[in-house]
């Protein structure tokens, strides 16, 4: 090989060896931690107490998805410098683990860091309902009045719905709703529902939240009357018993879309006692939310 062109080779080699160097070299990332969020409301009570059960985080990086993560995760970020995020809030849809959304009562967590090498910065998102919520219905116990009622055709005596702040509360020194069933009638069912709402709107978000507890099934529903008075009873969702506070996120909005419009709804709450014995449900928080 000419001397030349021998020269030309082993520079370009060189380049060639230089730029793989370059390509195999690895970006020291900095991290963020995932801290379980904070639910905040209104302080005239008018979005009810501030429960959540957000475990899920869509989390966006200047504009861009970063992907879903859970709560209390460390995602590494390939950059540094300041760099704008967003967290959304995630749900279980219905109640089903393996179905999650993106929760649209709640507005997103938006914020700034200076990233830095190896450095782990610690994020609590918080989130408030987003300003065109409405709550036609809440329910948390602590009020004066109740906003449900005994559906008085099938409650039989001893079967009630008491205020209680002992132990099993929601929140410590705080007032739940608990159900005692004493009537020992079998198959015994106790109903609460909410007065009469008219005109709800039809095709636009609209969820069901509710803590709960118990050792029995919770059924959550809805009457719908028409105009000619023809009454429709449908059950939304079946609560299977739990020993310990859950959360639901319930959407009713494909419900009300279907009911047609000029109706009126009552949103009920039955208890079956079934063959159990000692049959007892908590209930406390319980929110109807639509976007206005």
Known sequence: MHMKNRIIFIFSLVLVFFAACKKMEVIVPSYIYLSPSTLITKADNSQGVPSSKIEDYYVFQDGSIRGLFYT?????????????????????????????ILYPMLNHFDFELDLQENKVDTVKPVFSYVSNAVFPLVEDYDGSGLALEYNPSI?????????????????????????????????SNLELYSKVFNNWPRFTPFYIELDYKGNIPIIIGMYATSNNGDVTKTPFYVLNPKDEWNKLYLDIESDINVSGSGMQYRIFINFPRGSVSNPEAWIDNFKVIYLD
């Open 72 to 100: 209390n995760s460390r995602i590494p970020i390939q950059a540094t410098g300041k760099n704008k995020f967003r967290i959304s809030p995630g749900i279980k849809y219905n109640g089903m683990a393996e179905q999650r």
């Open 155 to 187: 409650k039989q005596f001893g079967d009630t719905l008491i205020r209680d702040n002992g132990p099993g509360a929601h929140e410590p020194g705080k007032f739940s709703g608990k159900i005692e069933m004493k009537s020992n009638v079998p198959n």
